[in-house]
């Protein structure tokens, strides 16, 4: 595994705003597994936090290299900026992914580039996979990398107990830390070739 040269910026974006949602307890959890892991310096992005107006400005139809974003987006934009990595925390809604997310993704375009993205999903059956492989298609055109491994908590509400911890956390443990090792490496990987030879979508 490459040595990072500097510290690894790790954004975990929490995906759900929905009211009496899940997700603090999901978000929680993987946070702790990072500091664990010890190579990133994380920011977590709730978007519960953050204004998303769902209507986009218009562009012209060349790929834009960025576009104007109401003032309260900047802190959300500065995090994506100096991100090396990213996880994606989401739930599936009607097999799908939220529009919160949607709307965070769509808001910005060079903040994914030639970047790493894993992703951690829970629902009731599927444990969000049914998400996150609609995400892997939304972030392969914005020329992101999405890592094969991730995390899934099917039937969520029963891994984890009353206080938030959960039940059996050998395995999910053990699949957040393949994840990470994974984005190291990728993340590693793709900020010296962005150094190097800035990306250029075309």
């Known amino acids: ?29 993987f946070s702790e597994r990072v500091a664990e892991h010890g190579a990133f310096e994380t920011e977590v992005i709730d978007l519960a936090d953050v204004p998303l107006p769902l ?31 990213f996880v994606v925390l989401t739930p599936d809604y009607n097999r799908s ?5 949607k709307a965070a993704i769509d808001w910005h375009f060079t903040q994914w580039q030639a970047k ?3 992703f951690v999903g829970y629902s009731g059956l599927s444990g969000g996979l049914l998400a996150i492989e609609q995400l892997r298609q939304v972030f392969g055109e914005l020329f992101a990398h999405t ?3 991730y ?11 009353e206080d938030g911890q959960l039940r059996d956390p050998e395995e999910p443990a053990g699949s957040a830390k393949r994840m990470l090792d994974e984005l190291v490496w990728w993340a590693t ?8 030879r800035p990306f250029a979508a075309g």
């Open 1 to 29: 595994m490459p040595t990072p040269a500097r510290p690894l910026k790790l954004a975990v974006i929490v995906g759900s705003v929905r009211e009496g949602r899940f997700a603090p307890v999901v978000s929680r959890w």
């Open 97 to 101: 992914f939220p529009a919160s997310l």
């Open 116 to 118: 790493p993205i894993g």
């Open 55 to 85: 209507a986009l400005p218009a562009v012209s139809p060349a790929i834009q290299p960025d576009m104007d974003r109401p003032a309260t987006m900047a802190g959300l934009t500065r995090a994506l900026d100096e991100a090396d990595a």
């Open 189 to 196: 990987a793709l900020s010296e070739a962005r150094e190097a």
């Open 151 to 161: 995390v899934s908590f099917p039937r969520y509400y029963l891994l984890f107990d």
């Open 147 to 149: 890592v094969r491994n």
